[in-house]
């Protein structure tokens, strides 16, 4: 099992900066990549980035050139510097980890955090 804890959300206004967190913990030795996703009520779960253990990165289009992610495998977390945000960036941001355990794969979400982009 791996638990997966998110801060950061917050108001931010348009244009503005915000960092978010994620620190994992229980068996993490397994995991192979992380990510954000995000999701507004009542519309689908959007993937916003991923990041390997190698420090490989994926972007989500809407999000390309704006954010950030980047993790720290001594401290078992990733970030999301979001950048230039904009207000169709308000949503729940969810981290999530792939574990691969003799090829076995687990996928485990935190309870996500709010980002509210508004003037």
């Known amino acids: 099992q791996v638990q997966l804890v998110e801060s950061g959300g917050d108001l931010v206004q348009p244009g503005g900066s915000l960092t978010l967190s994620c620190v994992t913990s229980?068996?993490?030795?397994?995991?192979?990549?992380m990510g954000w996703y995000r999701q507004v009520k009542g519309k689908q779960l959007e993937m916003v980035a991923h990041?390997?253990?190698?420090?490989?990165?994926l972007y989500g289009e809407s999000v390309k050139g704006r954010f950030t992610t980047s993790r720290d495998n001594a401290k078992n977390t990733i970030l999301l510097q979001m950048n230039n945000v904009k207000s169709e960036d308000s949503a729940v941001y969810y981290c999530?980890?792939?574990?691969?355990?003799?090829?076995?794969?687990?996928?485990?979400w935190g309870r996500g955090t709010q980002v509210t982009v508004s003037s």
């Open positions: 229980g068996s993490v030795g397994g995991v192979y990549v």
């Open positions: 990041i390997d253990t190698g420090g490989n990165t």
């Open positions: 999530c980890a792939a574990t691969n355990v003799a090829g076995s794969r687990s996928l485990f």
